[in-house]
């Protein structure tokens, strides 16, 4: 499904702007702030007391949600190269305790492990 195809999945109630009202719809993401904005929010502000967001990093919601997708993949990414690495470490770790249970097994049997075992 393409980013458009999402995003017009959305309720409209979800892209209302919920300061300025119906008539206006959110279509700004301020990076600053991390706030969704209407045209309206980011040139007045939200509230009487907060000042507009022009001098703020902002992106259209669209892009913001790619960035945002790119983030989380490259994060997702760093996981699995963990997850993958401890995987092995694991494997390396299960087969080093099985040959030291082995020669344990050996030893106590009264047979001198070789060189070759270790």
């Keep these: 499904m ?19 009202g ?5 279509v700004f993401y301020c990076h600053t702030c991390q706030k969704l904005l209407c045209p309206r929010c980011l040139t007045r502000g939200q509230s009487s007391t907060s000042s507009n967001h022009t001098n703020h990093v902002y ?3 669209k892009e913001a949600v790619e960035v945002a997708k790119d983030d989380i993949e490259k994060i997702l990414a760093k996981i699995m190269d963990q997850f993958n690495h401890k995987k092995i470490m ?9 040959t030291l249970k082995d020669i344990l097994m050996l030893v106590e049997a009264g047979i001198a492990p070789t060189e070759d075992s270790t």
Aim: proline residues 3%; aromatic residues 6%.
């Design 2 to 20: 393409s980013p458009d195809e999402k995003m017009k999945l959305l309720d409209a109630e979800d892209t209302t702007c919920h300061f300025h």
């Design 22 to 26: 119906h008539e206006f719809q959110v």
């Design 59 to 61: 992106l259209e919601v």
């Design 90 to 98: 694991k494997i390396k770790l299960q087969t080093r305790l099985q």
